[in-house]
């Protein structure tokens, strides 16, 4: 989609708009959604981070998808000037003397960026930078830290279901945290089973149950993992995220945890590498940072790790690879 086939059907008469979820768990799947909702989001993002009139926002996501079409609606609803560059994973290539007030990245498109000097100082003059659609990594918080960055730099909570997110947390700064705050009139809890639920009544209609496992204190979260991600192996339940996590440091290449069915524990762990096999040692350290029942049964090196269209892991199509 363009933006001006996008600018045209925000104007039209309908008062919604089809968009799709980032098939992260599945194929995308198609959602209506009101465009007065879509302002509500975009009313409350932009009063959170004191967005004034005038000031410049980065379009550098596909619109495709709800994160790209977001921050259209919020340059329209903040009257912003709003620029826009092809999706790529050097977004700032062409900006360097720009000075943004406004930016939504993925994980991978900052990454990217922190490693060209002239990028990596764009970076640092954005005065607002929100990173969504995947997990952050501890290299990638590493290099954020390490950027000394002069504005704030924010990791987002939501779904397409919520218009985008309803939460932030630093990720920069005195004020970095682990645990998301949620926006004004967002309630969250935990239903039995764990999972987060969110009631936004600006945004969506009714309480959310979310698959994301969370913890919950003085009305903020943070996510422990999915519940569809957990692998039952022998009858002991695991997180992949949390097995990803200890293996990140140790692991120089793309990789995933997936699982595969078993006839003897029910389910076993599977380690995805992308590219050429990593040598024994290295996979030795890496496993021993692991329980022994959450080391990997067997390793599985492919050419790429399957990923979403919106920088997500498929967790789906991994799933299918390690069988």
Not at 24 to 38: D, I, L, Y
Not at 152 to 164: D, H, K, N, P
Not at 260 to 287: C, M, Y
Request: one cysteine or more.
């Amino acid at each position: 989609m363009t933006l001006q086939e996008f600018i045209s059907q925000w104007k039209d008469a309908n008062d919604r708009l089809l968009v799709h979820t980032s098939g992260s768990t599945g194929a995308p799947k198609p959602m209506w959604v009101e465009k007065q909702r879509m302002l509500n989001s975009a009313r409350v993002t932009c009063d959170f981070l004191g967005l004034a009139p005038g000031g410049k926002a980065l379009l550098c996501l596909p619109l495709d998808y709800i994160a790209g079409k977001m921050m259209v609606v919020r340059s329209i609803e903040r009257n912003m000037d709003l620029i826009q560059v092809e999706p790529s994973n050097h977004p700032l290539a062409g900006l360097t003397d720009t000075a943004l007030d406004f930016a939504a990245m993925v994980p991978s498109q900052l990454f990217c960026s922190l490693q060209e000097p002239n990028e990596r100082e764009a970076l640092r003059r954005i005065r607002h930078l929100i990173i969504g659609g995947g997990a952050i990594s501890a290299e990638l918080q590493s290099a954020i830290d390490g950027l000394n960055s002069d504005g704030a730099i924010w990791s987002t909570y939501g779904m397409t279901e919520t218009l985008s997110h309803i939460a932030l947390r630093r990720l920069n700064g005195p004020e970095a945290s682990d645990w998301y705050k949620p926006f004004d009139g967002v309630s969250i809890a935990l239903d039995e089973d764990g999972c987060l639920t969110v009631d936004a009544p600006l945004v969506h209609d009714g309480k959310l149950v979310t698959n994301d496992l969370a913890e919950v204190k003085d009305g903020c979260f943070r996510i422990l993992g999915r519940r569809d991600n957990v692998i039952c192996s022998g009858g002991i339940k695991m997180q992949i995220e949390q097995i990803e996590s200890r293996l990140r440091p140790y692991l120089p290449s793309p990789f995933c945890i997936t699982r595969r069915k078993d006839p003897k524990f029910g389910e076993v762990v599977v380690l995805l590498i992308a590219g050429s096999p990593l040598p024994k040692d290295i996979l030795q350290e890496a496993f021993s940072q692991l329980e022994h029942y959450e080391q990997p049964k067997a390793v599985i090196h492919v050419g790429a790790i399957p990923m979403t269209e919106t920088g997500k892991i498929a967790r789906s199509e991994a799933e299918k690879l390690a069988r």
